[in-house]
T-cell receptor
Framework: NAGVTQTPKFQVLKTGQSMTLQCAQDMNHNSMYWYRQDPGMGLRLIYYSASEGTTDKGEVPNGYNVSRLNKREFSLRLESAAPSQTSVYFC???????????FGEGSRLTVL | GENVEQHPSTLSVQEGDSAVIKCTYSDSASNYFPWYKQELGKRPQLIIDIRSNVGEKKDQRIAVTLNKTAKHFSLHITETQPEDSAVYFCAASNPFQGAQKLVFGQGTRLTINP
C-alpha cells in the first residue's frame, strides 16, 4: 500500500519549458489536491478535484493546469515555467469532505 | 476567502517544557481545524484535528483548543521531547466551498533543546 505517489521527486527547468507532475493514490479516495510550499508561506492550494471528472481552482491557480485522469490519478502541468514557480509541490488525497489529507513525498521544482 | 494567521513563526523550548502555537482564522463558516506536523524533508502529516462542535480535544501529550467566538485555536504540546522538533501548520476549512479546501497558516518551526 504505497499511499500517495508523486513523480518526479526533483526537476530543474529553464524558463519557458513545460512539464507535468504526476500523482497517483491507491487509497480509493474521492478528492485530490495540489499544493505548493514556499518558505514562510505555508502550503497554498493550487487546484483540487472533489471527485473524478471535476476540477476547481484553489488559491494560486495562475500558470497551472490540472487533469483528473481517473479516480487514482491527478496531474499538474506547467505550460511555460517561470522562476516564480520554483517551489516544493505536494499532491494530497482525502476520502471525503472534512477528512484527513494524505500527502505525497513532494516534488522539488527549480526554474532557472 | 479564508485567511489563517499563525504565531509564533519560530519557537524554542527546553525538553520537558510545554509549547503553545496559536492560530486565528477569518471565515466564521469554517468548522474543521487540523494541525499538521512536517519533519525536515518529509511530507506533512496530521497530528490532531478539531471540529467546531467541540471546544477541546486531547491525544496523549497533544491538545487543541478552539474558541469560535474569537475565531482562534491553539495547539498545546506538553512534556516536549526531541522528536517534537518540526514545523507545525494549522489549517481551517470552509465546508460550503466543496471538497477539503484547507487554508494553511504560515507554519511554526519548533525546536526542542535537550
Amino acid at each position: 500500500n504505497a499511499g500517495v505517489t508523486q513523480t518526479p521527486k526533483f526537476q530543474v527547468l529553464k524558463t519557458g519549458q513545460s512539464m507535468t507532475l504526476q500523482c497517483a493514490q491507491d487509497m480509493n479516495h474521492n478528492s485530490m489536491y495540489w499544493y505548493r510550499q514556499d518558505p514562510g508561506m505555508g502550503l497554498r492550494l493550487i487546484y483540487y478535484s472533489a471527485s473524478e471528472g471535476t476540477t476547481d481552482k484553489g488559491e494560486v491557480p495562475n500558470g497551472y493546469n490540472v487533469s483528473r485522469l481517473n479516480k487514482r490519478e491527478f496531474s499538474l502541468r506547467l505550460e511555460s515555467a517561470a522562476p516564480s514557480q520554483t517551489s516544493v509541490y505536494f499532491c494530497a488525497s482525502s476520502p471525503s469532505r472534512g477528512g484527513e489529507l494524505f500527502f505525497g513525498e513532494g516534488s522539488r521544482l527549480t526554474v532557472l | 476567502g479564508e485567511n489563517v494567521e499563525q504565531h509564533p513563526s519560530t519557537l524554542s523550548v527546553q525538553e520537558g517544557d510545554s509549547a503553545v502555537i496559536k492560530c486565528t482564522y477569518s471565515d466564521s463558516a469554517s468548522n474543521y481545524f487540523p494541525w499538521y506536523k512536517q519533519e525536515l524533508g518529509k511530507r506533512p502529516q496530521l497530528i490532531i484535528d478539531i471540529r467546531s462542535n467541540v471546544g477541546e480535544k486531547k491525544d496523549q501529550r497533544i491538545a487543541v483548543t478552539l474558541n469560535k467566538t474569537a475565531k482562534h485555536f491553539s495547539l498545546h504540546i506538553t512534556e516536549t521531547q526531541p522528536e517534537d522538533s518540526a514545523v507545525y501548520f494549522c489549517a481551517a476549512s470552509n465546508p460550503f466551498q466543496g471538497a477539503q479546501k484547507l487554508v494553511f497558516g504560515q507554519g511554526t518551526r519548533l525546536t526542542i533543546n535537550p
